[in-house]
């Protein structure tokens, strides 16, 4: 079965940091681009970033340019999202995504249960 | 604001057919890019219901399908049914932006 599992979220303090995991399973990892989204309660969908498969390009929406950093580890087939200087406007459900055909224009066609992230002091 | 454009909410009675549009601009939908649309259910994960413009993954009934023409898309259902009732996404990419974008949603009501 394909899968995708996230991990790390929680309540952050604002100004501070915390690091998303997303375990793949069932599928041939290391071929497709992996997107995080989020969505904040009761909003839309927000791209957030995504990595290509081989994890040598990285895109970022402009909100989290500069706090954000997504990486990948293809041997263990995890992708993370690393968030620093976390503000209110952070605070939702991230998912990551696979997407359809490998790239990073492409669908996503397999998404994680999500996990929360909390902001509050 | 979101890059994408679409209606707030759509409703229709069992057995409808409802249209949702998306529209965009020259440097996404009207670009080399695909849309794709994704439902998601009261509570749920999004689920991927139409990808490159048209084309359904195995399991999504065929009383959903979706066209893409110049700067905008829409999706459409037909023998509109109550589990339908949830909120539909379009997805594409901006090459203007560089981004990855979503519309901003459409709330559908099965009245």
């Known amino acids: 079965e394909v899968r995708l599992l996230e991990s790390g979220g929680g309540v952050v303090q604002p100004g501070g940091s915390l690091r998303l995991s997303c375990a793949a399973s069932?599928?041939?990892?290391?071929?497709?681009?992996m997107t995080w989204v989020r969505q904040a309660p009761g909003k839309g969908l927000e791209w957030v970033s995504s990595?290509?498969?081989?994890?040598?390009?990285?895109y970022y929406a402009d909100s989290v340019k500069g706090r954000f950093t997504v990486s990948r580890d293809n041997s263990k087939k995890t992708l993370e999202l690393q968030m620093h200087t976390v503000g209110a406007e952070d605070m939702a459900v991230y998912y990551c995504?696979?997407?359809?055909?490998?790239?990073?224009?492409?669908?996503?066609?397999?998404w994680g249960q999500g996990t929360m992230v909390t902001v509050s002091s | 604001q979101s890059v994408l454009t679409q209606p707030p909410s759509v409703s229709g009675a069992p057995g409808q057919t409802v249209t949702i549009s998306c529209s965009g601009s020259?440097?996404?939908?009207?670009?080399?890019?695909?849309v794709h649309w994704y439902q998601q259910l009261p509570g749920t994960v999004p689920k991927l219901l139409i990808y490159?413009?048209?084309n359904r993954p195995s399991g999504v009934p065929d009383r959903f399908s979706a066209s893409k023409s110049g700067i905008s898309a829409s999706l459409a259902i037909t023998g509109l049914q109550a589990e339908d009732e949830a909120t539909y996404f379009c997805?594409?990419?901006?090459?203007?932006?560089?981004?990855?974008?979503f519309g901003g949603g459409t709330k559908l009501t099965v009245l």
């Open positions: 995504a696979k997407t359809h055909r490998g790239g990073v224009a492409e669908a996503f066609d397999i």
């Open positions: 069932g599928f041939f990892f290391p071929n497709y681009a």
């Open positions: 990595i290509s498969s081989s994890g040598g390009s990285t």
């Open positions: 020259i440097s996404n939908l009207g670009s080399r890019y695909d």
């Open positions: 490159g413009n048209d």
């Open positions: 997805h594409s990419f901006d090459n203007s932006l560089g981004d990855v974008v």
